[in-house]
């Protein structure tokens, strides 16, 4: 009977063997869970951080990627833009012309306006004729 009693078995009416498990069994369930699902619980926090942390660094390495192409295009775009400048230089669609098509520069025709002033007042130069005398000094015709 003692035995019986240690392990808990009990007999019912019908006859079957019925054992109940003791407080200490209880326990040890209760505390077993509860020790699973802690660990659980924490390997489930440590593969979120970890999964988290790989994110992180897989955007910062593509971050650090683009930032390097946008350095590269910045650095074409200027090359292109020197390149659009002298390419549509006047003096490098001049040679084109004339080295390439075989065009012929035009001759110089240089022209003096005399400006036909007013009569009666002749101490006072008009506005057109002031204009053309400092557009002399700028431009010398023939040398002078």
Request: aromatic share 6%.
């Amino acid at each position: 009977m003692q035995t019986a009693r240690r392990l808990n078995i009990e007999t019912n009416a019908s006859g079957l063997t019925l054992r109940t498990p003791r407080v200490n069994e209880m326990r040890f369930d209760i505390l077993f869970t509860k020790a699973a699902l802690m660990i659980f619980g924490i390997a489930a926090l440590v593969f979120v951080y970890v999964y988290q942390q790989t994110l992180v660094t897989q955007n910062t390495m593509e971050i650090a990627e683009l930032k390097e192409q946008i350095s590269d295009v910045k650095t074409l775009n200027d090359k292109l833009k020197i390149q659009d400048v002298v390419l549509q230089s006047p003096e490098r669609l001049e040679q084109l012309a004339t080295d390439s098509l075989g065009m012929v520069k035009p001759k110089t025709v240089k022209y003096l306006v005399i400006p036909m002033g007013n009569k009666k007042n002749h101490s006072q130069p008009s506005s057109k004729w002031r204009f053309l005398t400092s557009l002399k000094k700028i431009w010398p015709l023939n040398g002078s």
